[in-house]
């Protein structure tokens, strides 16, 4: 069974430009939910998704956007980089009929420079 | 306001120590609380969680968490530590504890361990 997966590792990105981050959950898992944290902080919740669709958002703006597959993975897309958007990114998955255990991938650092 | 707090950023304990890290929480009701162990370049490895039922929760690693509702805390504690045990702990909470915004986790800012030899 192969834990959550993230990519890349790590990112650099220039003010302006646009970022997607990928996210394969664990075998299993159809929940996914999305992490900012910055350096210093907690992680902070963008969003979750479940079967595909949108389940809940964090205080964060529309230009934070993502997507669930059929598979289950998803993907983080971030328009129009600013310098505050530079954090480690974390993805997490879970099962809605598990244990509501989440499991966390290893991270996708993205510095915007 | 909703919130989690962790009131020590950092921590310094020599091997073979007692720990405890601090967590309160400020919600109209219990929620469902874990802690979480995040290494450097590591992503968050749950310890423990607690959802309801007996206020003492053993979780991996050899750590153990109490839930006290009149103190809205839930304190990690580790009878001795080890060299290893050295990363930021997160404690976290599910507001709705498990209902509508299931899995939609509020974290502390973390507490940095340091273990001295």
């Known amino acids: 069974e192969t834990g959550v997966t993230q990519s890349p590792t790590h990112l650099i990105k220039t003010r302006g430009q646009q970022v997607t981050l990928r996210c394969s959950s664990q075998?299993?898992?159809?929940?996914v939910s999305w992490y900012q944290q910055a350096l210093g902080q907690g992680p902070q919740f963008i969003f979750q998704?479940?079967?595909?669709?949108?389940?809940g958002r964090g205080n964060f703006p529309p230009r934070f956007s993502g997507l669930q597959f059929p598979n289950y993975s998803s993907e983080l897309n971030v328009n129009a980089l600013e310098l505050d958007d530079s954090a480690l990114y974390l993805c997490?998955?879970?099962?809605?009929?598990?244990?509501?255990?989440?499991?966390f991938g290893p991270g996708t650092r993205l510095t915007v420079l | 306001a909703q919130s989690v707090t962790q009131p020590d950023i950092h921590i310094t304990v020599s091997e073979g120590a007692s720990l405890e890290l601090r967590c309160n929480y400020s919600?109209?009701?219990?929620?469902?609380l874990f802690w979480y162990v995040q290494s450097p370049g590591q992503g968050l490895q749950l310890l423990l969680k607690?959802?309801?039922?007996?206020?003492l929760v053993q979780g991996i690693k050899g750590f153990e968490a109490e839930f006290k509702r009149s103190q809205s805390s839930f304190n990690l504690r580790k009878p001795s530590v080890h060299w290893s045990d050295a990363a930021e702990y997160f404690c976290?909470?599910?507001?709705?504890?498990?209902?509508?915004?299931?899995?939609?986790?509020?974290f502390g800012q973390g507490t940095i361990l340091t273990v001295h030899p």
């Open positions: 997490a998955s879970s099962s809605s009929t598990g244990s509501n255990e989440q499991f």
């Open positions: 075998s299993g898992h159809n929940t």
């Open positions: 998704y479940y079967r595909e669709e949108e389940n």
């Open positions: 919600y109209g009701a219990t929620p469902y």
């Open positions: 607690y959802f309801s039922g007996d206020t």
């Open positions: 976290a909470v599910d507001p709705s504890a498990g209902g509508t915004s299931y899995g939609k986790l509020t």
